[in-house]
């Protein structure tokens, strides 16, 4: 176990609320997953991913969460904080919306909040892995006060690394 407080699993913004996941988020993640255009992952598939997001927050302190909006009350996708291809000390944040949410600033008003939620942890630095072709992360990471590092090459091709240190 780290030595860092648990993040808080529920975070609200003015239009957005960040909350534990459910079973019933199961077939919009589901929806959400699709729209990378590699097939539909199955319900059954996605039950076991969010268990398995679950237990990861149970050893780490740290979550992804569903971003729900306040007034529609549905689901738009999630934000949070994950390992990813750092560490649970200088952990990665994370975000993917539905496109039909894209465009209206929730991106970054869900990353505000997890950012903030990683400095109640006692965390000193944050850290991002984006593809170079993602124009509207790297925006999003920019808005945030990120920084590029250093950029590297795996089997999703070229990475660039961005980081924020946390006062
Ligand atoms: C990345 C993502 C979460 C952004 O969500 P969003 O809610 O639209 O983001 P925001 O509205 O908060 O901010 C997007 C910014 O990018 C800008 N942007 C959008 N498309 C752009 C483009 N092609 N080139 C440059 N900037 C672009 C927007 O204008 C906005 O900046 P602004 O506020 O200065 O106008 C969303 O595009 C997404 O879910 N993509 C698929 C998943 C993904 O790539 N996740 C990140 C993996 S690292």
Redesign the pocket.
Known sequence: MSTYETMSYHLETERLILRPWADSDAAEFCALLSERGKGTPTVEHIRTSIANLLSATEATGIALLPIQRRDEGDFI?YCGLIIGRSTVEEPEI????FQR?????????AARAVLDAAIATGRKRLW????SW????F??LE?LGFERDRVTTDDSGEVVWLTRPLP
């Open positions: 996708g994370a975000y993917e919306l949410a894209h465009g209206h600033g929730y991106a970054t008003e991002a892995t984006v593809g993602n124009a509207p992360s925006r999003v808005k």
